[in-house]
């Protein structure tokens, strides 16, 4: 039998951070899914998130306010397609968002360490970030402090966290696989 042993290369992974201002009025839509959500689906699902509330894994599929949303992050995870790949051809197929979710968080409200592997790509796009709220810490080690319509997108391998925030943060994450990938995944 073959074993596996896991091995950290010390690699550079690019992080893509953009900022959203020029679509606020999607954000603002975004903003009511979350809001709507938590009122019609309350209980948040068991997670590596620690927060006031986080609505379904898959809101998108329960509210349509997310779609303009996430047009405009296929677009960008294109663009990031294109950097990832310098001196190889781009990938040639679309990506699809797979998960989308909304998360509150408020003074203590903390997430575990974790990736989004399988996905190709895991985004953050931060609706509302007040001065103190935490970071996002890629790594153990590369902190990205959020500001209010800004996008952080990475490639779903890459581990992060946010500490214990000390002012709120409203979010969504999307998760997005390249869409000939994600059609060989069952469920």
């Given at each position: 039998?073959?074993v596996l042993s896991?091995?950290?290369?010390?690699?550079?992974?690019?992080?893509?951070?953009?900022?959203?201002?020029?679509?606020?009025?999607?954000?603002?839509?975004?903003?009511?899914?979350?809001?709507?959500?938590?009122?019609?689906?309350?209980?948040?699902?068991?997670?590596?998130?620690?927060?006031?509330?986080?609505?379904?894994?898959?809101?998108?599929?329960?509210?349509?306010?997310?779609?303009?949303?996430?047009?405009?992050?296929?677009?960008?995870?294109?663009?990031?397609?294109?950097?990832?790949?310098?001196?190889?051809?781009?990938?040639?197929?679309?990506?699809?968002v797979s998960e989308?979710?909304?998360?509150?968080?408020?003074?203590?409200?903390?997430?575990?360490?974790?990736?989004?592997?399988?996905?190709?790509?895991g985004c953050a796009?931060?609706?509302?970030?007040?001065?103190?709220?935490?970071?996002?810490?890629?790594?153990?080690?590369?902190?990205?402090?959020?500001?209010?319509?800004?996008?952080?997108?990475?490639?779903?391998?890459?581990?992060?966290?946010?500490?214990?925030?000390?002012?709120?943060?409203?979010?969504?994450?999307?998760?997005?696989?390249?869409?000939?990938?994600?059609?060989?995944?069952?469920?």
């Amino acid at each position: 039998m073959v074993v596996l042993s896991p091995f950290t290369a010390h690699a550079d992974i690019p992080i893509f951070v953009c900022d959203l201002t020029p679509v606020a009025p999607v954000l603002q839509l975004a903003r009511q899914a979350i809001t709507d959500l938590s009122v019609t689906h309350p209980v948040s699902p068991l997670s590596n998130v620690k927060a006031e509330y986080m609505s379904p894994w898959r809101s998108h599929l329960v509210s349509d306010k997310f779609a303009p949303l996430m047009q405009v992050v296929l677009q960008v995870s294109k663009e990031a397609a294109k950097l990832m790949a310098v001196g190889h051809p781009p990938p040639d197929t679309d990506m699809i968002v797979s998960e989308c979710w909304g998360i509150i968080y408020e003074e203590a409200s903390y997430t575990q360490p974790h990736n989004h592997f399988p996905a190709d790509f895991g985004c953050a796009i931060y609706l509302e970030a007040h001065e103190n709220s935490a970071p996002i810490i890629f790594s153990g080690k590369y902190p990205v402090q959020p500001k209010t319509n800004m996008l952080v997108m990475f490639p779903g391998i890459l581990t992060h966290e946010v500490p214990a925030t000390q002012g709120r943060r409203v979010v969504v994450a999307m998760n997005l696989h390249q869409q000939a990938t994600f059609a060989n995944i069952t469920w």
